[in-house]
């Protein structure tokens, strides 16, 4: 394994503060400092950014982002056996590093970088990945207060978010996703790499907002993405009637077919159903 300053092995640190993951909190540490570098790399160059990272657990991610050159790393972590780790990392990268104790769903994120630009990097707990994904794809400032988010999920979840109409991973996720920002998903990270070792395979996403998305109030996309997946067998002649107005004619103005299923319906054709909707709702 790398070593990338001078200070202890991960699996030391780990040791020495008492860090066992807990499943109670979706831990899963990683102790390459070969990958987390890799990581860290994805994000681009951070010389003139600041940096969000979740869940840094012992801080192999946060040593690789501040060797990396990061401008400075905000890093938000519930677990207070890592604090003093972390702090460690503070004093070793002196003015380069905060460490807020707390939990990242309640934390307004972009508070803590009114100056920007930022970007959120992080190994996000699995247990709450997709939630804090979806918060930040939610604001209601666009673009939003980063620009990017590089972030391991789950490689199946991570599927969901990237994927196409031309994949059998489609869904909500990936309409959403891919409504206001280009997401791809850049490598796999195999379970051997963790400890404790996930039962599954992760990967990291890479996520740029787009300028101008298609115009589209959330909340509708939301409510015909979960009418339309919610049944995702069923044609939109039958899974939209859930919506509870006329779904035959807002399927005819989105130009769509009332035999398609929501598989096939593209993040442009959401879009306008989204639109379609919203108009019903507010005459």
């Not at 699996?11 to 070969?34: C, M, P, T, W, Y």
């Not at 996520?207 to 044609?235: H, I, S, W």
Request: proline share 6%.
């Amino acid at each position: 394994m790398a070593q990338i300053d001078n200070l202890p092995p991960l699996r030391e640190v780990i040791e020495r503060h008492g860090l066992k993951a807990l499943k109670s909190l979706g831990q899963n540490f990683l102790l390459d400092l070969n990958l987390t570098c890799r990581i860290a790399r994805t994000a681009g160059d951070l010389s003139n950014h600041t940096i969000i990272e979740v869940g840094p657990g012992p801080g192999g991610l946060t040593r690789a982002l501040l060797h990396e050159g990061a401008k400075k790393v905000i890093a938000i972590e519930m677990d207070r056996r890592a604090i003093g780790a972390l702090q460690t990392i503070a004093d070793h990268y002196p003015g380069r590093l905060e460490v807020i104790e707390g939990n990242a769903l309640d934390i307004d994120m972009a508070s803590l970088v009114p100056e920007g630009p930022a970007r959120i990097v992080a190994n996000l707990p699995y247990n709450v990945g997709t939630e804090l994904l979806l918060g930040w794809l939610r604001g209601d400032q666009w673009p939003p207060f980063y620009d990017s988010l590089t972030l391991m999920f789950q490689k199946e979840v991570a599927q969901r978010i990237t994927a196409t109409q031309k994949d059998k991973a489609y869904g909500r996720l990936a309409v959403i996703a891919g409504w206001r920002t280009n997401a791809i998903k850049v490598f796999d990270v195999a379970k051997e790499n963790f400890s404790p070792p996930p039962k599954v395979t992760s990967a990291i996403v890479h996520l740029t907002p787009k300028d101008n998305p298609l115009p589209c109030k959330l909340k509708y996309l939301e409510q015909v993405t979960a009418a339309a997946f919610g049944q995702r067998r069923k044609m939109l002649r039958q899974s939209l009637k859930s919506l509870g107005v006329d779904h035959l004619a807002l399927i005819e103005q989105a130009g769509l077919e009332p035999t398609q299923r929501a598989e096939t319906v593209p993040i442009e054709g959401f879009v306008t159903l989204a639109n379609g909707l919203k108009a019903i709702r507010q005459v």
